[in-house]
């Protein structure tokens, strides 16, 4: 039976033999105030409670009064609604039902609510714009809403979805003119999602009153109260905390120099649309998250080293924390911190986030009263591959799949932003389409001003900044640094050595690229970090005295550490790995054993403490770098001296020697590279090292390497009885609890690493009229006079075998501008690789998978590449004179301004194709589907466009004289401006070409010159 809320008052009322005033609203909220005050003070009674019941409609009344009276000071909403229950109870000498419960004690635990969010706001006025009418008026609407047993079940269950939460809040928005529309209503939408826990408090604490009304039972209530509890403690001891973690050795905070972000729209493509403007990462964000509408859609953040995506987490999280909670509670989550994956994400966070509020409840994802955002963090930093089959796309396609079940699903409907390098996404040719990409933009220079407040705001030193800040607008600083500085992370690195006087400005003015201002950054802050504690005192060097270490041992030890946290999987590293490896250094064993005759076993952790070094939260005994950067840049420093030892010589009775012999070269190669794929972040800082090096000797490394590179080809190093270089890696890597790998995996990553540093020098090279002719790396080998050769197909299958799309994952990204000439590539699995400039001529790419490839301004000439699956490929510019693209699948592929001459192109799909401004003259496109293609300004002179399937085409200002288009359906096509001079119409020798009134004719040319142009379409345009 359906009763209304005003009946419900009254029958209350009347138990307790009160009469019903005809005070108006504001006279009842006064009455609620006092009798609130009274019950703080003295306690309940029914002479406290009488002036409420006999002056007032509901205890939302006492939005009438003035807000400071409600909200500051403390009244106690929820234990008034309790005394009321029990007085009834006890007045009546019966129990109350679910409905009168549920009425009394929503109120209170409602107005509980708003008293807790809206105090976390004291500089409002609310008072402010108070229209006392408004309220009145909605307060005399709550008379008429009806409660029954179940819509009084659904407010116990989930306030916040029940129309009596909709009923209130229509009351407390007309109460909080004082802010704007949008605010007001996520403060509301807060109000009521934060109902519920006092609603739990009051059914809990009112014990019997209440206990046999309804399910669930006395535990449920107790254990999901406990379970706010723990959601309480995680938000406090860890979310709050985040923002106030120390920057690096500083003293102050993250949040003390945190400025917001800016961040750009990323193209379905996945390029950068640099068009847009610029907007605030944090606005895009928040926006999103509060639009239902886009729940299907996973935030997805991408940035370069540096521009502050894992401040920005932290940062954000916060900020919904305070801000969104708890319509929205953040988990943070560095991917880094998880070591396994299960084929569902919620399986995967279920095992691995040991949060009571996530472990003890198996309906923790589908409570209606708690929705969560996660903030995945890194997701370049995932060290999955070493651990189980799952790869990166499997990963992404994991969060994709769940975003989509929380929109499909009512009972979840939980948030997930991503965040990451884009790098490694590339060789994912096929991710999710609710992917809604932006990427952080470079600091532009208001950003930067603001960044300087906040960094002069925290220095001891007032002032010193400005200098700083006036060389980085001045003529002096090379762009290159410029460039830098509008990355957060570089950008402290430069002021705080500023500041100590570790910069050298005059290095930096000598930069000559970017990479190179980066290295010197680099190198500039390493000696910094290692130098910054050097000072006296009372005689005694305080950092020596600290660390016991000379400051090349440190760094020795530094190098070494970031060896060790890359081949654990770019995270941290078992601090026993570090010393295993120092033991295998007679000149480090020797400084850490004296070091730890003084600072005892310690040493090592108390050594790396002061240097960019940290105890990992999750691995005991282990240690990570603040900063992947920071790794990433010493093991590029490891692997450059080993290759700079790698080409020294020296001589011999029996001639030139090399100082690292073969066999330890091979050993060492195993070692460095032998544990997964080099990132394109360490080739890049290993090139820029070796390039600072200008009598570097390039062609005597070259030669070395490659002389590994065809041994490892044939299986020199794995075929062996005796114990094998793979094997004895295999079991140093075990030895330290780091699995996943074999003695393939092993040998696979340390050739296809080599592979990578032959090809960064083969295209170094190739820019240098001094090496181009000594350096040229053939990966499938050297070509041969009617030969194809077949090296690299076989590395392919080789590291295919071990697991699907091995090769491109390592190396796909690395082949720009290699040297494929002639290299048979049949059925190759070459999705996504960066192919830009690469020289693929008389290649056989026969049913090779291209997709998504960047084969932009490559050689194409003479390649077979029919049956080839293009899908998505970006082909601009590339030559793919006289190739075979017979039955190629080309839809959606980028030929914008390709050579295409003579090329065979029959039955080749090519549907919504861009080939914009190419040139296809001779070429056979017989039978091609061109449906959708962009073909405008294109030269087709003699093109077989016979049979071809022209629908939809745009051939606007396209040349097609001499071209053969019998049996063509032009059926919608743009024809407009076209030249169709000699073309062959035939509607005879291959069947009738068709059109319809979708085809566009305006200002075609030559037609009157055509051949075989059918009667009808003559007589449609009147050509004689």
């Known amino acids: 039976m359906r009763k209304r809320l005003s009946q419900i008052w009254q029958n ?76 009834t109870r006890d007045v009546t000498k019966q129990n109350l ?92 939408q807060r109000i009521a999602n934060n109902t519920h826990r006092y609603i739990l408090k009051a059914w809990v604490e009112a014990g019997d009153v209440v206990r046999n009304i309804m399910q669930p039972s006395f535990e449920d209530w107790q254990r999901e109260q406990k379970r706010f509890h723990d959601i309480d403690d995680y938000l406090k001891n860890h979310i709050a905390k985040k923002p106030l973690d120390t920057v690096f050795d500083e003293s102050f ?68 924390r305070q801000h969104f909670y708890p319509v929205w509670i953040p988990i943070l989550i560095r991917l880094r911190d998880i070591d396994n994956f299960a084929v569902r994400l919620e399986n995967t966070l279920e095992a691995e986030l040991k949060l009571g509020f996530i472990q003890d409840h198996k309906n923790w994802l589908t409570n209606p009263n708690t929705r969560f955002l996660f903030i995945l963090d890194g997701f ?59 990427e952080i933009v470079a600091m532009n220079e208001q950003l930067q001003a603001q960044w300087f407040e906040k960094w002069e705001a925290v220095q001891v030193n007032q002032g010193e900044s400005a200098a700083f800040q006036q060389f980085l607008h001045s003529n002096k600083c090379p762009d290159e640094v410029k460039q830098l500085a509008q990355e957060p992370l570089l950008l402290y690195l430069l002021a705080a050595m500023y500041r100590d006087g570790k910069l050298d400005i005059d290095k930096l003015e000598q930069a000559s690229d970017d990479r190179t201002a980066k290295i010197i950054v680099y190198q500039e802050a390493l000696i910094w970090v290692l130098t910054k504690q050097r000072a006296e005192r009372d005689g005694t060097n305080i950092n020596l005295e600290l660390t016991q270490q000379k400051p090349e041992d440190l760094k020795r030890i530094l190098i070494e550490a970031a060896v060790c946290v890359v081949q654990s999987g770019g995270a941290f590293a078992a601090m026993s790995m570090l010393e295993a490896r120092l033991q295998a250094d007679e000149t480090a064993k020797a400084f850490l054993d004296k070091a730890k005759q003084k600072l005892g076993d310690d040493a090592l952790k108390t050594a790396l403490a002061a240097f ?27 692997l450059k001296a080993r290759l700079k030892t790698w080409t020294q010589y020296y001589d ?81 890597l075990q030895n330290e609890k780091i699995t996943g790998l074999g003695q393939r995996q092993v040998d696979v990553y340390a050739g296809l690493n080599v592979m990578i540093l032959l090809l960064e020098l083969h295209r170094y090279a190739q820019a240098k009229d001094d090496l181009k002719t000594q350096i040229i790396f053939y990966p499938s080998g050297q070509p041969q006079a009617d030969t194809l050769t077949v090296r690299l197909l076989r590395i392919i299958n080789y590291s295919d075998g071990l697991k699907l799309w091995n090769f491109i994952n390592v190396v796909g990204q690395f082949l720009s501008g290699a040297n494929l000439s002639g290299a048979f590539l049949s059925g190759a699995n070459l999705i996504g690789a960066d192919l830009r400039d690469a020289d693929l001529s008389g290649a056989n790419l ?100 016979s049979d071809a399937n022209l629908s939809g085409t745009d051939l606007s200002y396209a040349d097609l004289s001499y071209a053969d288009l019998s049996g063509t359906d032009l ?47 003559k007589q449609q345009l009147g050509i004689g």
């Open 846 to 945: 026969n049913g090779a998978d291209l997709s998504g490839a960047h084969l932009i301004r490559a050689n194409l000439n003479g390649a077979d590449l029919g049956g080839a699956n293009l899908i998505s490929t970006d082909l601009s510019d590339a030559d793919l004179s006289g190739a075979d693209l017979n039955g190629a699948d080309l839809s959606r592929a980028n030929l914008s301004g390709a050579n295409l001459i003579s090329a065979n192109l029959n039955d080749a799909d090519l549907s919504d194709a861009d080939l914009s401004g190419a040139n296809l003259s001779g070429a056979n496109l017989s039978g091609a589907n061109l449906s959708g293609a962009n073909l405008s300004g294109a030269n087709l002179i003699s093109a077989n466009l």
């Open 612 to 638: 960019y070094i940290r105890p990992t939260e999750k691995q005991a005994g282990g240690a990570e770098f603040f900063h992947k950067s920071f790794s990433e840049f010493l093991f590029a420093e490891r």
């Open 380 to 438: 370049d930093e995932l060290h999955i591959e070493a651990r189980n089959n799952l790869n990166l796309e499997a990963f992404i396609k994991q969060v994709a799949g769940f975003q989509k079940e929380c929109k499909d699903y009512r009972e979840m409907g939980h948030r997930v932003i991503i965040t990451g390098r884009a790098m490694a996404l590339q060789g994912i040719p096929y991710l999710p389409p609710n992917l809604e990409r932006v």
């Open 253 to 320: 905070s993250f949040q003390d120099i945190y400025v917001p972000l800016k961040a750009k729209p990323v193209e379905k493509n996945g390029n950068v649309d640099e068009k847009a403007d610029s907007f605030s990462l944090e606005v895009w964000a928040r926006t999103n998250l509060l639009n239902l509408d886009n729940l299907d859609k996973v935030m997805f953040i991408q940035g370069g080293p540096g521009r502050g995506k894992s401040v920005f987490c932290r940062m954000f999280a916060n900020l919904v």
């Open 971 to 1017: 059926s919608g096509t743009d024809l407009s401006y076209a030249d169709l001079s000699y073309a062959d119409l035939s509607d005879q020798r291959w069947g009738d070409i068709r059109w319809d009134e979708n085809t566009k004719w305006e200002g075609v040319r030559g037609l009157d010159m055509a051949v075989n142009v059918p009667a009808k379409l």
């Open 97 to 188: 039902t679910l409905e009168d419960c549920v009425l009394i004690v929503s109120q209170a635990a409602y107005l509980e609510s708003a008293k807790e969010i809206l105090r976390q706001y004291p500089d409002i006025d609310w008072d402010a714009k108070l229209d006392a009418q408004a309220v009145e008026k909605q307060l005399k609407k709550l008379k008429d809403v009806e409660l029954d047993y179940e819509s009084a079940s659904q407010v116990i269950n989930c306030f916040h979805q029940s129309p009596l939460a909709e009923a209130f809040n229509q009351v407390l928005l007309a109460r909080l003119t004082a802010v704007p529309s949008s605010s007001s209503q996520l403060l509301v």
């Open 652 to 732: 011999a009775e029996e001639g030139r020697q090399p100082i690292v012999l073969e066999s330890s070269m091979n050993w060492e190669i195993y070692d460095l590279l032998g544990y997964g794929g080099l990132t394109p972040e360490i080739v890049d800082y290993l090139m820029g090292l070796l390039i600072e090096n200008q009598n570097f000797p390039w062609v005597e490394l070259f030669k070395r390497l490659d002389k590994f590179y065809s041994k490892w080809c044939e299986g020199k190093f794995i075929d062996s009885a005796a114990e094998t270089l793979p094997q004895k890696k295999l079991r140093q």
């Open 12 to 87: 209350i009322r009347q138990s307790f033999s009160v009469e019903e005033s005809v005070n108006t609203a504001i006279e009842g909220s006064q009455a609620i105030l006092e009798a609130a005050k009274t019950l703080q003070e003295q306690g309940a009674s029914l002479a406290v409670l009488k002036p409420v019941l006999q002056n007032s409609s509901s205890f939302l009344d006492v939005l009438c009064s003035p807000m400071a009276q409600v909200i500051g000071a403390g009244l106690p909403f929820v234990p008034m609604g309790i005394a009321l229950l029990k007085l």
